[in-house]
């Protein structure tokens, strides 16, 4: 096997493209990598290039990563809050030949892909449907998915990604309620775990292409954070079925087993929120 030679830890204010691409090894070959200083959406400026033609559109999967992102977004529209350095912000692009309908279980995949990933590193997470990591009971990591056809009617899946790695007090505060924040010995080099999730995420991009999300059903449900639970399905704040959480099914869905049923009852994802029942 043919040396690698890989350039020492960069500064904690800085990421190195070319780190991230040695660390993410043959996995992730064919895709690009980009870092950026500052942007408002890594989401928004990949979702830009895909509806470019020309010299400005996509033509390979592309990981952009910020130093700092203004106008971060999670699910339906809500802002993400972070601040300077506070957290890992990335988004990559990828093409799929797949129809849009098979990408329903993308954020399932994506979110057992973050917890393998840290698990290599020594941080265990568990994972709340639909799209959360949470350690210790509280928020890690968020992921936003969004699709787009470009004009030569190719299909990309925009996945965007965030890690929370120090949140001030103050802002978690303005969140309203307690974050978790990544151990420092997992975000001692940044390039480095970069590299792993651009692996991890090449490697299960390509599997999902293939098997769907029924390779991912079994590894999301031993992760599940609120495996045989009481919990609440929110719309609005509106309290729409409550019950015990079974894990999901092969489409993604919630299996939920509410009094008086003897079957359980399947929750799409949609803009609807999870929360464990008190008491």
Not at 12 to 37: D, K, M, N, P, Y
Not at 61 to 87: I, K, S, Y
Not at 172 to 186: D, H, K, M, S
Not at 257 to 263: A, F, H, I, L, P
């Amino acid at each position: 096997m043919t040396a690698q030679f890989i350039a020492p830890i960069s500064p904690a204010s800085q990421l190195s493209a070319a780190r991230i691409a040695a660390f993410a090894g043959h996995h992730a070959e064919q895709c690009l990598i980009e870092v950026v200083a500052e942007t408002g959406s890594t989401n928004a400026d990949l979702l830009a290039r895909v509806a470019a033609s020309g010299k400005d559109a996509l033509r390979a999967p592309t990981l952009l990563v910020a130093l700092t992102q203004t106008a971060g977004r999670g699910r339906a529209g809500r802002a993400w809050l972070t601040a300077p350095a506070a957290a890992l912000t990335f988004s990559l692009a990828w093409p799929f030949a797949s129809p849009l309908q098979a990408l329903v279980g993308l954020p399932l995949a994506v979110g057992v892909t973050i917890a393998e990933t840290l698990a290599d590193f020594g941080v265990e997470v568990q994972l709340k449907w639909p799209n959360d990591v949470l350690q210790g009971g509280r928020k890690l990591a968020g992921i936003l998915i969004e699709t787009a056809t470009a004009p030569d009617q190719q299909l990309w899946a925009v996945i965007g990604i965030g890690i929370n790695l120090s949140i001030p007090e103050k802002l978690q505060e303005q969140i309203g309620r307690r974050t978790a924040n990544l151990p420092a010995a997992a975000a001692q080099d940044r390039d480095l775990l970069l590299g792993a999730l651009l692996s991890g995420l090449a490697q299960n991009m390509w599997q999902f292409e293939s098997e769907g999300l029924p390779a991912f059903v079994e590894r999301w449900n031993r992760l599940h954070a609120f495996a045989g639970q009481q919990v609440a399905i929110l719309d609005q704040g509106k309290t729409l079925h409550e019950g015990k959480a079974l894990g999901i099914d092969q489409i993604g869905r919630l299996l939920l087993q509410t009094d008086g049923s003897s079957n359980p009852i399947a929750i799409m994802a949609g803009d609807i929120s999870l929360r464990p029942k008190e008491g």
